[in-house]
């Protein structure tokens, strides 16, 4: 019988990686996520695979978040010939994420060998390079929604619209083994409803087994409206205050979400801010790959104004009062700005990019505002602000925090807790369920609220547990 190994993202949010074997013979990877966070996790993306790369017959890919796809090119590396099934959009994404992702691991080895040589230490290699990238991007096999195509040889595979980000994907796999075929449903990172570009995650109703992402299972959002109060009472306190207003945010996602925002409360005069940089190379991209692909988008209500421009729709044209700053140079002009301006960098959890260079401008002036608007892992620097530390270490020098800090929950690109188990009860009959992709005590509270309101048992399994499918 066909075996499902979770190697990833085990009572944890990030590392996404699971593995399909049939007795046939058939490895299928699903994901290949890298781990963000907390030192000794980030340790483990250098460990060896469990797995030997070489006998992989493919990897699918739920979506292009790098907690999802960032080991991707080590695999490459370390022997994997075989497609990378994606959707056509996740495909462009990923092109921008993981070179992006290969350019630092090679900038941040640099500087580290440095170091290490004035110590007399031996250098290290980078985690991934530009070349293996550019590599395992040649693997890449675009696929349409809803179009099955068959991933190894009894094993076929059907993306359907997670509504997370642009080209994310339900997985559902069809599994042969013996002659009996058995459905895994894997949901990926489940968007939310409330999302004002992306559909709702699309419902299926059939599945053997599910895989449900828990990022969100211990509650739900803040109504969404409220948020968006929420965010307007607080650019008019900065405003007031004399400060500028910090975004750390997810360049695929996130950004597009807060253009859309700042878009509809500029075009209702409601923007006090004379001007908002996005501060983010990747962010800029990914800007462009969302406009291509506008037709996948579900824009709620009234786009902010017409976008199109000579033909072109660029969701830039959502927020006049947008800067874009690509270059480091571009970047550093932002510092001359004291008051009145938002300032939206990666990265999403604060753990490097250019916010950490806005942070030691602005985190010490209690004038400022720093909107946190995602989920922030363990580990990260951004979870440890919000935790309330009153000083952070960054770039080698210790900050006061004393800008004032607000976490909107409201705008998650995850589905909260009703919303996963409204999407789960659709199943019927029951299937088997394993809880994934959350950390353990907010699994814990989805698992008591699946056996309240649904009366269904759900699993949350341990790294490196096997189940037969
Ligand atoms: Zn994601």
């Known amino acids: 019988m066909a075996l499902l190994s979770f190697l990833g993202a085990i009572q944890q949010v990030t590392g996404s990686c699971y593995l399909i074997e049939t007795h046939a013979g058939a490895r299928v990877l699903l ?9 000794k996790d980030e340790a483990g993306n250098r460990a060896n695979f469990p797995f030997d790369p070489q006998t992989l017959d493919a990897v699918v890919l739920s979506h292009a978040h790098i907690d999802h796809s960032g080991l991707l090119p080590r695999l490459t590396a370390a022997g994997f010939k075989g497609p990378v099934h994606v959707t056509t959009a996740t495909g462009e994404l990923l092109e921008l994420m ?14 580290e060998n440095r170091w290490r040589a004035r110590l007399g230490k031996p250098p290290i290699t980078p985690l991934y390079t530009v070349a293996d990238t550019e590599r395992m991007l040649k693997q890449r096999r675009p696929h349409d929604y809803g179009e099955p195509f068959e991933a190894a040889p009894g094993v076929q595979v059907t993306f359907h619209d997670a509504g997370h980000i642009l080209g994310s994907a339900i997985v559902q796999l069809d599994v042969e083994d013996f002659g009996r075929t058995r459905r895994l449903v894997f949901s990926g990172d489940l968007g939310n409803s409330c999302s004002p570009l992306m559909h709702a995650p699309t419902v299926l109703q059939q599945a053997d087994v599910v ?7 211990n509650r739900d959002h803040r109504d969404h409206q409220a948020t968006i109060d929420e965010l307007e009472a607080i650019l008019h306190q900065a405003h007031r205050d004399g400060g500028n207003v910090l975004m750390p945010s997810f360049a695929v996602g996130r950004t597009q979400d807060l253009i859309y925002y700042l878009g509809m409360l500029y075009q209702k005069g409601r923007l006090p801010q004379q001007a908002v940089f996005l501060d983010s190379p990747m962010a800029i991209g990914a800007n462009a790959i969302y406009s291509h692909f506008q037709e996948q988008l579900e824009i709620s209500g009234e786009a902010p104004i017409e976008p199109q421009q000579n033909g072109r729709y660029r969701i830039e044209r959502w927020l006049p009062v947008l800067k874009t700053t690509p270059t480091a140079e571009d970047s550093m002009t932002i510092n001359r700005f004291k008051s009145g301006v938002i300032i939206i960098a990666g990265s999403g959890m604060c753990t490097g990019g250019r916010i950490l260079h806005h942070f030691k401008h602005n985190l010490w002036r209690k004038e400022c505002h720093l909107v946190i608007p995602g989920f922030q892992a363990r580990g990260t620097l951004g979870r440890a602000i919000v935790d309330g530390a009153r000083t ?3 770039m080698h020098q210790r900050i006061a925090v004393n800008a004032q800090v607000h976490t909107l929950g409201g705008f998650s690109a995850h589905a909260g807790q009703s919303q996963l188990i409204d999407w789960v009860s659709h199943f019927q009959p029951r299937p088997e369920l394993h809880l994934v992709h959350g950390e353990l005590e907010n699994m814990q509270a989805l698992q008591q609220a699946l056996r309240d309101r649904l009366g269904w048992e759900a699993n949350i399994p341990e790294l490196g547990d096997r189940i037969a499918l």
Do not use: I, P
Request: proline share 0%; net charge negative; charged share 30%.
């Open 211 to 217: 895989l449900m992402e828990s990022t969100y299972g």
């Open 31 to 39: 994901e290949c996520g890298m781990q963000q966070g907390r030192r």
């Open 392 to 394: 952070v270490k960054l």
């Open 98 to 111: 993981l070179l992006d992702s290969a350019n630092l691991q090679e900038k941040d080895t640099e500087w």
